[in-house]
């Protein structure tokens, strides 16, 4: 059923202002995909709810008793909604009562955060509205191509827009100026700019001494990386870094945006601790008009790393090894806090860490699909098909749910209430437009039925949003992520509000850091870090290096994506841009398919020659399966981010070996 009338009036809304991408209208044809599941699956074939339900619950005891409680674990998403997230991260601790959780978006935003936290004290990636950004004279955007990934972002970027990128991107032909830094150089890029801002004298010294500590330890290792030092080891002129310095510095409002192209590396959140570095240097975070920001991946790539699908987290953007904490949600649970596991294995460690002696041996997962989305895919893939179970909550058989020895179907986003937190930290409710087919269920209510199997009351876990929603509003009470004053029927009458918002009369906190930061003497952090380069260097076998993203009609792993035929035929499988005189070294032509290949697997993809590529990077949309299987899985120390953005390669034709 359709909703009609004032419920599907449209309205005014800053973030989009009513734009889509192909992506977004695209996306109700998903609903009625004729691949949509209906009935669950038990090794491959039609069962009943309680059937399939009763299998799971059964192999959960059954592994539990053998290998203990973190003998099960749980993958969930970023695209899942703040109701989910939250039900997910329940659901694990006091359920299954494991330590073993983690999420999608270890692999999105995670370093960023990580880095966030140090510089702030606290992580909400745009920490102010996106709307500030119309009236910027100069953006730094650093890693992001939101000309594909979300057109109707463009629309804020109004002022001189610098773009980092190595690949002159769709964006990128927007800018003022472009900078090509060699993938995994970024960190020394950001050291340059920084030395030729003091260099220049442009350092916003009085902001500096006001509103920060640690800036000496911070200068005393980007002193040694003038610009001209930075250009032997970037590729990126000494000229042009002088310049991005003076434009920034010499402009009224601006802004430096990260995303994951500097993220998604081992050394990511050094990475965005420098590109904040210099946002302090020029006085840009807490001041009207000005400040730094991470652009979010997923759906719900905020929210999502907040509740407590985090393997180190509870709700509210807690710390699980926090005493006062664990009480507090503990409290909420009605559980003792005693009875509440410890921090558990980072996204890429649990997955490989599946079906070892001392690992997982059953697995549930909602809202992803790592067949395709992690890294070392094909090594994944293998671990996924050791385990005693796997489950999988999904409306298609992907490439996970196909391995999958349960397959549970969802409803999906227009089918179900909710919400989720954008990327500038605002919360936004979900209304359903549409009745899910018969036989279809909410992840809620597949908690719910588990939870119940595994001995849990009903009431634990509640299937109305609305009731999970006021939960995680009191378990939130108090933490960084405060949502204890948010309720529907505020979001319901269109009330604009970005997080903390601790009481139910408060206006929300559209921006933050105006007076003071986060930590305990209000002050942001310079954090002292220096470039160290790729984890993986090229060598005479794999001498390219390869870099990920994304393209415009494709999305995420593509799982729901490759099922519409309108962008099937615009992408309609995995390529490989390349400089024409490196594909013509490897015996390559334009439109022949060559073998991609890495240490750890290789792939098949269709050449694409682009005039405008460096010689010594290849670039590989990572919307297809097999992609992944290049990348390594190398970890940063702080996030546990895998190295997604670089890694060494060869080209060959495709019938060589």
């Not at 059923?1 to 977004?24: H, I, Y």
């Not at 500097?262 to 959140?269: F, L, M, V």
């Amino acid at each position: 059923m359709t909703l009609t009338g004032a419920e599907v009036q449209p309205r005014e809304f800053p973030t989009n202002r009513g734009g889509l991408c192909q992506k977004g209208w695209t996306s109700g044809q998903l609903l009625s995909t004729p691949h949509r599941l209906t009935s669950p699956l038990l090794h491959g074939k039609e069962v009943s709810w309680d059937t399939a339900l009763d299998f799971v619950a059964a192999r959960i005891a059954d592994i539990q008793q053998v290998h203990g409680r973190d003998g099960m674990a749980v993958f969930g998403g970023g695209g899942l909604t703040n109701e989910k997230a939250y039900a997910l991260g329940k659901f694990a601790r006091i359920a299954l009562r494991t330590s073993q959780i983690d999420y999608n978006g270890r692999f999105c935003m995670s370093s960023a955060a990580a880095a966030g936290n140090k510089a702030f004290g606290i992580d909400r990636g745009m920490p102010f509205p996106v709307t500030d950004l119309d009236d910027a004279d100069a953006i730094l955007l650093v890693g992001a191509n939101p000309a594909e990934t979300m057109p109707p972002f463009m629309q804020h970027l109004r002022g001189s827009l610098i773009v980092v990128d190595p690949r002159r991107t769709a964006t990128a032909e927007k800018a003022m100026l472009h900078l090509r830094p060699a993938p995994g150089t970024d960190l020394a890029l950001a050291l340059g700019i920084l030395h030729a801002v003091v260099s220049d004298g442009l350092l916003d010294q009085d902001y500096i001494d006001a509103r920060t500590t640690g800036f000496a330890s911070a200068w005393r290792v980007a002193a040694s990386w003038w610009p001209e030092r930075v250009e032997r080891v970037t590729g990126v002129a000494a000229t042009d870094i002088h310049a991005v310095a003076r434009i920034l510095a010499r402009s009224r409002n601006a802004y430096i945006l990260t995303a994951r192209g500097t993220e998604q590396h081992a050394s990511g959140t050094d990475t965005v601790s420098a590109w904040i570095n210099l946002a302090l240097a020029l006085g840009l975070p807490g001041r009207a008009g000005s400040g730094w920001g991470c652009l979010t991946g997923q759906g719900n790539g905020q929210g999502g790393r907040e509740h407590g699908q985090k393997a180190d987290q509870l709700p509210g953007y807690r710390k699980i090894d926090d005493p006062v904490a664990r009480a507090h949600v503990a409290g909420v649970w009605g559980v003792d806090p005693a009875e509440l596991p410890g921090a558990g294995r980072s996204a890429y460690e649990l997955l490989d860490a599946l079906g070892t002696s001392d690992g997982p041996r059953g697995l549930l997962v909602f809202g992803s699909n790592p067949v395709v989305s992690a890294p070392r895919a094909a090594h994944v893939t293998e671990r996924l098909k050791s385990l005693d179970l796997l489950v999988v909550a999904d409306f298609v058989l992907n490439e996970t749910s196909a391995l999958a020895d349960v397959v549970l179907p969802v409803t999906q986003w227009a089918e179900e209430e909710g919400t989720l937190t954008n990327l500038e930290g605002r919360i936004l409710h979900r209304r359903p437009a549409l009745r899910a087919p018969a036989g279809v269920r909410s992840d809620l209510e597949v908690l719910q039925q588990l939870a119940i199997r595994l001995g849990l009351p009903k009431a634990a876990f509640p299937t109305d949003a609305s009731d999970v929603f006021d939960e995680l509003g009191r378990a939130s009470a108090g933490g960084l992520a405060d949502y204890s004053g948010i309720s529907y029927s505020r979001l319901r009458d269109g009330e604009a509000l970005h997080w903390p918002v601790p009481a139910a009369d408060h206006p929300g906190t559209p921006r933050m850091f105006l007076t003071e930061f986060a930590h305990s003497d209000g002050r942001a952090r310079f954090v002292p870090v220096d470039h160290v380069g790729p984890a993986e260097d090229v060598d005479d076998e794999f001498p390219l290096r390869a870099t990920t993203g994304r393209v415009l009609v494709h999305y995420q792993s593509g799982a729901q994506t490759r099922l519409i035929d309108e962008l099937v035929r615009v992408s309609p499988e995995s390529f490989v841009e390349v400089h024409p005189d490196t594909a013509s070294r490897a015996g390559l032509a334009d439109g022949e398919y060559a073998r991609v290949s890495s240490k750890r697997g290789s792939v098949r993809a269709r050449v694409r020659c682009v005039s405008s590529m460096r010689p010594d990077v290849v670039f590989l949309p990572f919307h297809f399966p097999g992609v992944n299987s290049l990348t390594n899985p190398a970890l940063d120390p702080a996030s546990r981010m895998p190295e997604f953005k670089v890694c060494a390669v060869r080209l060959d034709a495709w019938g060589e070996s």
